[in-house]
């Protein structure tokens, strides 16, 4: 593994379900009274986010003070970056405080794997641009595999924008490890060609119901607008022809699981007798969140090796 976490694309599936398997060990001590361990005692994490984040932020600050380490959370418009300071010079200055490590996200694809070239300080990517979000596909993979689904073989339909969504990517890097077959689905404006040669078992398709027909499991996608120029789809439109609706469950397997990233936006990407059906994980997600970067901290911090197999 990397000194930090910059992407699903360059962890095998022992690093990944090493991951896997410690953030289930985690997971009872989120319903424990008393929460707090000290295995990342007297470390510092900061939390550095140069754009918008509820779930990924706070779990990653949850995390890590679960784990008995610090955590300080700057925001870009908090910060000396709004006095026109430059990403280097900012992460320079927080490396010169001799933090841990560096949770940041950015809205320049491959902005942490450059700092990762320049500072000693290892960077965990929360997500850049429209490039990975890697911390958000483990929760996934951790949600799955808790509903008792295995990795390998899954069909697995992801719909909505996909052009933008750095959550795609990372999934789709992650399942095809396992062998998963991966239909991506959106408006075609949406939908570059071109990433059907991200990886193997993926299939591209602009027609929802064939996205779904017989999926393991749906994962919708928010539309993107603060990364769009012009508008891809009439916003009309949208949800008629991409919005996932009960009835599309028909479609699935019996037992299909639907998953979103969130922020969620109901009545545009999915229903709200969707996203508060049986079926849908978006909380347990949410929840996961927290056992799997508390992992990610501890063996980025502790460089400790929990190999495991996922469970
Ligand atoms: N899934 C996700 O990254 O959510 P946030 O933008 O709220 O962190």
Redesign the pocket.
Known sequence: MHAGLLGIEELDRAEIEAILARAKDFQPIQSQSLKKLDTLRGKMIVNLFYE??????TSFEIAAKRLGADAVSITASGSSVSKGESLVDTLNTLAAMRPDAIVMRHAASGAPHFLARHLPTPIINA?DGTHE?PT?ALLDARTILDRGKQLEGLRVAIIGDIAHSR?ARSNVFLLAKYGADIVLCGPASLLPPELKQLAPGVTLTTDMDEAIRNADVIMMLRVQLERQHEAAFPAGEYFPFYGLRLEHLKLAKADVIVMH???INRGREISSEVADSQRSAILNQVENGISVRMAVLERVLSGEQNAGAAH
């Open positions: 918008a984040s509820t779930r990924t932020r997500g979000h958000q959550v990233p969130g922020p």
